[in-house]
């Protein structure tokens, strides 16, 4: 047998393809909940400096249940939205406990998980006026604090792929907004974006992507929104824009409003589509049909 074939059917076989027919829309129940009886995944608290505020800064850093230093690992980094630091999802998308699980049913390409705090100022809690100016604005600097401090120490003290098609940048609301920025801005450096509810920081189509067919270079670009959310004209300008100029995006409308409950089902789906062979437009299908 040839070497090519042996690799496809190792894929095969191993299940890493997903296809529509092994990806529900919804999670199922359960999805969220903690088994004590399979593998679990570790959660560090790192710290580093950042150049960029001038302060050391935390994040949480969850790595796989199987977890071998000599392997290395392609990196989500996964960001939190304006009420939020770096432990809302820890806090409240329990993401640890949705990774083990898909990760019992073999669902998922093993990955480090990094949840940053985007809010780059010194004072980076989210505390009295969470809407106020300064605040507001510290998430858009925080686009060179992940760039240019957290990656590289994500980098140095971890075993990571460092290339951009192991590198995955997801988010919710405000976090979604800086994906999109962040992730449309630096195509050369992230090949797996997924905003979540993107909140009004979402630059403008023509500024995200003034050159849009440079998306095509993407593995996957994901956008999604609950029906019930306010925000929504946030992502469906964003999606309305790449349809316009064909660029292959999942544009996931799904039922809910601004919350968790999209959210972890927003990862849920998103984290079994990272760092594999995937076609957008089957996905995109299925999560269109009723
Ligand atoms: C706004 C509405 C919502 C806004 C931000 C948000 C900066 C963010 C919401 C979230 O992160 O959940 O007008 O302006």
Same mark, same amino acid.
């Given at each position: 047998?040839? #070497?090519?074939?042996?690799? =496809?059917?190792?894929?095969?076989?191993?299940?890493?393809?997903?296809?529509?027919?092994?990806?529900?829309?919804?999670?199922?129940?359960?999805?969220?909940?903690?088994?004590?009886?399979?593998?679990?995944?570790?959660?560090?608290?790192?710290?580093?400096?950042?150049?960029?505020?001038?302060?050391?800064?935390?994040?949480?850093?969850?790595?796989?249940? =199987?977890?071998?230093?000599?392997?290395?690992?392609? =990196?989500?980094?996964?960001?939190?939205?304006?009420?939020?630091?770096?432990?809302?999802?820890?806090?409240?998308?329990?993401?640890?406990?949705?990774?083990?699980?898909?990760?019992?049913?073999?669902?998922?390409?093993?990955?480090?998980?990094?949840?940053?705090?985007?809010?780059? &100022?010194?004072?980076?809690?989210?505390?009295?006026?969470?809407?106020?100016?300064?605040?507001?604005?510290?998430?858009?600097?925080?686009?060179?604090?992940?760039?240019?401090?957290?990656?590289?120490?994500?980098?140095?003290?971890?075993?990571?792929?460092?290339?951009?098609?192991?590198?995955?940048?997801?988010?919710?609301? &405000?976090?979604?907004?800086?994906?999109?920025?962040?992730?449309?801005?630096?195509?050369?450096?992230?090949?797996?974006?997924?905003?979540?509810?993107?909140?009004?920081?979402?630059?403008?189509?023509?500024?995200?992507?003034?050159?849009?067919?440079?998306?095509?270079?993407?593995?996957?670009?994901?956008?999604?929104?609950?029906?019930?959310?306010?925000? &929504?004209?946030?992502? #469906?300008?964003?999606?309305?824009?790449?349809?316009?100029?064909?660029?292959?995006?999942?544009?996931?409308?799904?039922?809910?409003?601004?919350?968790?409950?999209?959210?972890?089902?927003?990862?849920?789906?998103?984290?079994?589509?990272?760092?594999?062979?995937?076609?957008?437009?089957?996905?995109?299908?299925?999560?269109?049909?009723?």
């Amino acid at each position: 047998m040839s #070497k090519s074939i042996i690799f =496809v059917l190792g894929f095969v076989l191993s299940g890493i393809f997903i296809s529509a027919q092994t990806l529900d829309k919804q999670a199922p129940q359960g999805f969220d909940v903690e088994k004590k009886e399979i593998p679990h995944g570790k959660i560090d608290t790192i710290n580093y400096e950042s150049k960029t505020v001038g302060t050391q800064r935390k994040a949480l850093v969850y790595t796989p249940p =199987v977890f071998k230093k000599g392997n290395k690992y392609p =990196v989500l980094y996964l960001l939190h939205g304006i009420g939020g630091d770096e432990k809302e999802w820890f806090k409240n998308g329990t993401p640890q406990i949705i990774l083990d699980n898909l990760y019992a049913q073999g669902k998922l390409t093993p990955m480090i998980v990094v949840l940053p705090n985007g809010r780059a &100022m010194k004072d980076d809690r989210a505390t009295g006026n969470i809407m106020a100016k300064d605040k507001v604005k510290a998430f858009a600097t925080f686009e060179k604090d992940l760039l240019n401090d957290l990656i590289p120490f994500i980098e140095k003290k971890y075993p990571v792929k460092k290339d951009r098609e192991n590198r995955a940048i997801a988010g919710l609301s &405000m976090g979604g907004g800086q994906t999109l920025n962040f992730g449309l801005g630096n195509i050369d450096k992230f090949a797996w974006v997924g905003g979540f509810s993107s909140a009004p920081n979402t630059k403008e189509p023509q500024k995200l992507l003034p050159n849009p067919a440079k998306a095509k270079e993407l593995k996957l670009l994901w956008i999604s929104c609950g029906d019930q959310d306010g925000l &929504m004209p946030f992502s #469906k300008r964003t999606s309305d824009y790449l349809t316009e100029n064909k660029i292959p995006h999942i544009f996931y409308i799904e039922p809910g409003g601004h919350d968790f409950k999209v959210w972890k089902n927003d990862l849920f789906l998103f984290s079994q589509l990272l760092f594999k062979p995937i076609d957008q437009e089957e996905i995109s299908n299925l999560l269109k049909s009723e």
